[in-house]
């Protein structure tokens, strides 16, 4: 079966995996490499889920800790995850490159960097396979239009109002705390305000 088939399923979550080879494990992984065991292994998408690797059986499993670089799909809302491992591109790279210019240049760089034959993924990225699926998609969330205005930022409460968070809608996975936006998103962009932990 060739890596990246979907396919097995999370001890912890009970999600699908994709396979991935042992090289990208010995690659990245930061414990005793003996530990990794002549059998398949599936890597764990889920963002939520601190998985990063399991066998077959499910009875070795190595965390996002175990691994030596940030996972990008566990760590997307961290400015400082690569999204392209093979030519460090991170998030925060992206983002501020689209807030300048309101495009992204990033998909172009990495096809260059693949057809000069530059790219490593299987070694360089904890999915094992090409990051292009992922960064097409970032890039597509960070260029989409924003609602107009008057359409409510979505609140997430952790307790008090005070601690209410917004999600800004130019953005979706950044967060502002109330310190930040007051009653409505500093993000000129954003159209969402809030009032006393209701929408508005």
């Not at 995996?17 to 065991?37: F, N, Y």
């Not at 093979?86 to 807030?99: D, H, P, Q, S, Y």
Request: hydrophobic share 30%; glycine share 8%.
């Amino acid at each position: 079966m060739e890596p990246g088939t979907t396919t097995g399923s999370c001890p912890h979550n009970g999600q699908r995996g994709k396979r991935v080879e042992r090289q990208t494990l010995q690659s990245l992984l930061l414990v005793d490499l003996r530990l990794v065991t002549e059998e398949a292994y599936w890597f764990c998408a889920a963002p939520a889920c601190p998985v990063a690797y399991f066998n077959d059986s499910g009875t070795v499993i190595f965390t996002a800790d175990h691994v030596g670089v940030p996972i990008w799909q566990k760590q997307q809302e961290n400015s400082l995850s690569p999204i392209c491992y093979c030519f460090k591109i991170t998030n925060g790279m992206l983002r501020a490159e689209v807030e300048q210019t309101g495009r992204s240049s990033v998909i172009d760089e990495i096809e260059t960097g693949i057809q000069a034959g530059l790219c490593a993924c299987p070694l360089t990225n904890p999915q094992g396979a090409c990051c292009l699926g992922n960064v097409r998609r970032a890039v597509k969330a960070a260029t989409s239009p924003w609602p107009p205005c008057g359409v409510p930022a979505m609140i997430l409460t952790t307790g008090a109002p005070w601690t209410e968070r917004l999600i800004c809608y130019s953005r979706p996975m950044i967060c502002h705390s109330r310190s930040d936006f007051g009653d409505g998103c500093a993000n000129p962009r954003c159209r969402g305000t809030r009032s006393r932990g209701r929408l508005q």
